[in-house]
């Protein structure tokens, strides 16, 4: 969706079955779901969506994260398939199993992507609103091993990232979390450091 002329969104008690826009699972009689009446540029006229409120605070959350909010506006579905390395540690789990089948695709897809022990430190991370993705965790973790620092380019070809290395390691320079010495090389810096040393999970 891009940007619209107006948007309400309005709970409601379903009478009858309604198809979630973001999910496309069902939302059943007697739940409570989230209706959104608008007029976008790719509409013509009124359109309205059905949506579970929990799978609409997300996609709008993500969308505030990882792209222009407004201009190209995603459904989790497509950002998914754009962007699972963000997109897939951020998903609550009601939402996330309903995804069930998209995520298992991807984890085929990239069999060594988001292992169970990256998903735990997220969790830790986020109970102390530390919100850092996988790839992001990978990336603090495999600066740390690694004193004798590294170039982003390095990263990128050691955790075989190559076109997805950009984006994240300058969404951990925008957190101040690391910095790039002049030489080119990434540093990472306390906080990186007290944080990968409070969220690894015990083993």
């Keep these: 969706m891009s940007e619209t002329s107006f948007c309400v969104a309005k709970q409601h008690k ?25 007029k976008w540029p790719e509409n013509d006229g ?8 929990d799978c609409r605070a997300t996609e709008e959350t993500l969308n ?11 459904t989790i579905s497509e950002l998914l398939d754009y962007n699972p390395y963000d997109v897939i540690p951020l998903l609550p789990d009601a939402v996330a199993e309903r995804f069930s089948s998209q995520i298992k695709k991807i984890r085929t897809r990239n069999p060594d992507f988001c292992p169970p022990d990256i998903l735990e430190i997220i969790k830790a991370g986020q109970g102390n609103q530390l919100a850092f ?3 992001q965790i990978r990336i603090l973790q495999h600066v740390a091993a690694n004193p004798e620092k590294l170039t982003a380019q390095q990263v990128g070809h050691n ?6 290395i950009n984006h994240p390691i300058g969404r ?7 910095r790039i010495s002049k030489d080119g090389l ?18």
């Excluded at 379903?14 to 779901?33: F, W």
């Excluded at 009124?46 to 409120?53: E, N």
């Excluded at 505030?64 to 995603?74: F, P, S, W």
């Excluded at 951990?172 to 690391?178: D, E, G």
């Design 64 to 74: 505030r994260e990882l792209t222009e909010y407004g201009e190209d506006y995603a």
């Design 172 to 178: 951990l320079i925008a957190k101040k979390t690391i």
């Design 133 to 135: 993705t996988a790839l």
């Design 14 to 38: 379903a009478r009858k079955q309604h198809r979630c826009h973001s999910c496309n699972t069902l939302i059943q009689t007697g739940e409570i779901y989230l209706r959104v009446t608008g």
């Design 46 to 53: 009124i359109a309205r969506f059905s949506y579970h409120s």
């Design 159 to 164: 955790l075989k990232l190559f076109g997805r």
């Design 186 to 203: 990434l540093c990472i810096n306390p906080d990186g450091l007290l944080y990968i040393q409070n969220a690894l999970p015990v083993h």
